[in-house]
């Protein structure tokens, strides 16, 4: 027979077991469900911007150890979801291995997660100063994709192109400063002047 004493406890065991077995069952059955929906509900990504800087200024150096590009900008803007920028009036100066550099200009451009990517969008424009070997150049287009570590600028839409005294217009354009390569792909018309000597 039982005392008075050992009786209540056994009720009380007996009230609170049931409930602490029920709460843990709600918890296993909580957890098992929250893991069991996010193997079908994928993680949400940021999507949004993460950073941001103000008035960058990026250099970039060769193999060789010397400055193969600058990169400036008015405020360059980080993309968490593929790792890529947007740029603000963005400006580079190619010097790399070609004797006279190369500067280009537009209102904004986008730059994948690597920098091997610019794409230059609105009131682009290029720049290269003359020289013994050169006469000065000067183009504008809409849109520009430019390979930085290639020295290469490329498009597809309409240019417009001033060397010394002459102008050309065309429709897509390919320019390999390294190599001093430069041509026109399509519709191209202009007038030309011999340089003054």
């Known amino acids: 027979m039982m005392s ?7 009720r009380v065991l007996a009230i609170a077991l049931p409930v602490i077995a029920l709460a843990l069952g709600s918890f296993w059955l909580l957890e098992a469900m929250r893991r069991s929906a ?4 994928p993680d949400r990504q940021r999507s949004e911007p ?18 193969q590009y600058h990169f400036s900008g008015a405020k360059l803007t980080h993309n968490p979801l593929d790792d890529s920028y947007d740029i603000a009036l963005p400006v580079i100066n190619s010097i790399g291995e070609a004797e006279v550099p190369m500067t280009m200009r537009a209102e904004r451009a986008h730059v ?3 920098n091997s990517r610019v794409q230059l969008f609105d009131n682009v424009q290029l720049d290269r ?10 183009a504008t287009s809409d849109y520009m994709l430019v390979l930085p570590d290639d020295e290469i600028m490329k498009t597809d839409k309409p240019v417009e192109i001033q060397v010394g005294s002459s102008t050309l217009n065309g429709v897509g354009m390919f320019a390999d400063n390294a190599k001093r390569e ?4 399509s ?6 002047q011999a340089p003054q000597r």
Do not use: C, M, W
Not at 50 to 67: H, I, P
Not at 182 to 185: D, G, K, V
């Open 129 to 138: 100063p003359e020289s013994p070997a050169t006469q000065r150049l000067h």
């Open 4 to 10: 008075g004493r050992a009786g209540i406890r056994f």
């Open 112 to 114: 994948n997660s690597d």
């Open 187 to 192: 519709n191209v018309h202009g007038t030309y």
């Open 50 to 67: 993460d950073f941001y800087v103000e008035k960058f200024s990026y250099v970039k150096l060769g193999k060789t150890g010397k400055v």
């Open 182 to 185: 430069f041509r026109l792909t």
């Open 38 to 41: 996010s193997d079908y509900i």
